[in-house]
């Protein structure tokens, strides 16, 4: 990468004062095309679990009567399962890399682990350092991929196959997709919990986020930004070796 | 209204199909659609050869598996018999696949089975399969009043048919539709001792509640804790700004150095 470029993409992810209107230092968490496909994730998961929700929850049945919802929750499905093909048409390095940051686990990270319940309740001091996820966004991420999985499956499977699967197997198949979207709609309380205490909406809907809580909660991620931006004039004649 | 039920004798169904005719017009049944069926059923080899009639039709369990997986109330129990009102059906079609007797099917994305005649009988009438059945198969009354008469009519068959006996007491904790059965109910391809499958009774029992009993009680105390768990990080946040950690007071330079 030369340097030009490395300063382009530093500028777009490190912002001054100067340039935002809030007056704070902020850093670029997201950018604009993981941001919708985080929306677009966030609204049909959020449509299918109302239009699952009233035909789980007997008080809400009367809204399901008739079958609209049965026909939304099948457009939701559709736009649910599409998510990551979306995502790979859309922004292929971004997927990859979300991939990889989510399955690498380093020593900081099992540390971060065995004190997850001290951040939990608010306290990043004596928090071991993380990088651009924390330990436990990256075991969020492994679990919402495995349920969506198992989701899926079961809900294809009554989906297309529901005529012949006998007692039995539609029970099983009911089952496996209730709990699966118990866990992920659990999974869900905890990360808006998380994004909650700790200030993070507008990385999702903005992009930046202040980075003072950054250098709290992803102090390894902020130096490796500062690296790229500061560092990079110094660094620029090793890199050639 | 008292517990009501069918009488179904099949010493007597002469398999004319008049029940279908009727209950089809009666019901102001869609094309295709039918809440009974006559299947005749054959046994034996020619010349020596049996037939009967397998009336495939809802036996309105006591026990029903279609109202323990339906997810709406669609599918309810009435005075003894399994009602279904369409208007509520989502169409998931659970039932189509719960019943051990494989009776409701999907009638224009809605389930479609017999509701035992509820409009007609609750406005004094009589079920149209059973107001038209010419070889007086079908009755319809009081439980007590059917399982009595099931029970001389099988008496009166035995000396024809030595097996001859009432179905559907036990059945599923007593069936609304008791069967005067020549024989063993097998042969008409009706199961002896059909059973509720567990992991349909189960839906709406354990996951059900479970799943959204646990969502509510984690959101609540997620709620709850989130507020406090935010104080204490803001609390937090000041002692290190105080401390210079973190603020205008730092710099990025700074914390290298640092």
């Not at chain 1, 560092?231 to 090793?238: D, F, Q, S, Y």
């Amino acid at each position: 990468m030369t340097t030009e470029k490395v300063l382009e993409r530093a500028e777009e992810r490190l912002t001054t004062a100067e340039k935002l209107p809030l007056g704070d230092r902020e850093i670029l968490r997201y950018r604009k095309r993981p941001r919708i496909i985080h929306a677009m994730l966030a609204s049909s998961f959020l449509i299918l679990l109302l239009t699952g929700l009233v035909i789980l929850w007997p008080a809400l049945s009367g809204l399901a009567a008739g079958g609209t919802t049965r026909w939304l929750h099948r457009v939701a499905a559709v736009v649910f399962m599409a998510v990551p093909i979306v995502y790979l048409i859309v922004d292929r390095e971004g997927a990859k890399e979300l991939m990889f940051d989510s399955f690498k686990y380093d020593r900081d990270d099992y540390r971060w682990l065995k004190r997850v319940w001290s951040y939990a309740f608010g306290h990043t001091a004596n928090m071991p350092k993380q990088g651009r996820l924390n330990a436990g966004q990256k075991l969020h991420h492994a679990a919402v991929m495995i349920l969506s999985a198992s989701i899926v499956v079961s809900g294809l499977t009554m989906w297309f196959f529901m005529p012949s699967l006998g007692a039995n197997g539609q029970a099983w198949a009911a089952i496996i997709h209730d709990l699966s979207m118990l866990a992920l709609t659990l999974l869900l309380v905890g990360h808006l919990y998380f994004t909650f205490v700790y200030k993070a909406l507008s990385g999702m809907t903005r992009g930046y986020v202040a980075i003072d809580d950054a250098r709290l909660e992803h102090a390894k991620w902020v130096e490796e930004v500062e690296e790229e931006v500061l560092g990079t004039a110094a660094a620029e004649p090793t890199s050639q070796n | 209204m008292a517990e009501h039920a069918f009488l179904l004798d099949l010493g007597r169904c002469i398999g004319c199909q008049a029940c279908v005719v009727a209950c089809k017009t009666g019901n102001e049944l869609g094309e295709g659609q039918q809440y009974i069926q006559l299947i005749e059923k054959t046994q034996g080899e020619f010349p020596a050869i049996t037939t009967g009639w397998d009336n495939h039709r809802c036996f309105h369990c006591t026990d029903a598996s279609c109202v323990a997986v339906c997810p709406t109330g669609a599918l309810y129990k009435e005075d003894g018999l399994t009602r279904l009102d369409r208007d509520v059906c989502s169409g998931c079609a659970y039932c189509t696949q719960a019943c051990p007797y494989e009776i409701p099917v999907m009638y224009e994305g809605k389930a479609s089975k017999c509701d035992g005649c509820a409009a007609t009988t609750k406005a004094g009438g009589t079920p149209w399969c059973v107001e038209t059945c010419p070889s007086n198969a079908l009755m319809y009354g009081t439980r007590e009043e059917i399982q009595a008469e099931a029970h001389a009519r099988a008496e009166a068959l035995r000396a024809r048919y030595p097996n001859a006996h009432v179905y559907g007491e036990n059945q599923l904790d007593g069936l609304g539709m008791l069967v005067v059965m020549p024989d063993d109910p097998e042969k008409l391809d009706i199961p002896i001792d059909p059973k509720v499958p567990f992991m349909a009774a189960s839906w709406q029992t354990v996951v059900q509640p479970a799943a959204v009993g646990l969502t509510l009680g984690a959101a609540l105390i997620a709620g709850g804790a989130a507020v406090i768990a935010r104080y204490r990080h803001e609390q937090e946040v000041e002692e290190l700004e105080a401390q210079g950690v973190i603020g205008n007071g730092a710099s990025s330079s700074e914390q290298e150095e640092g």
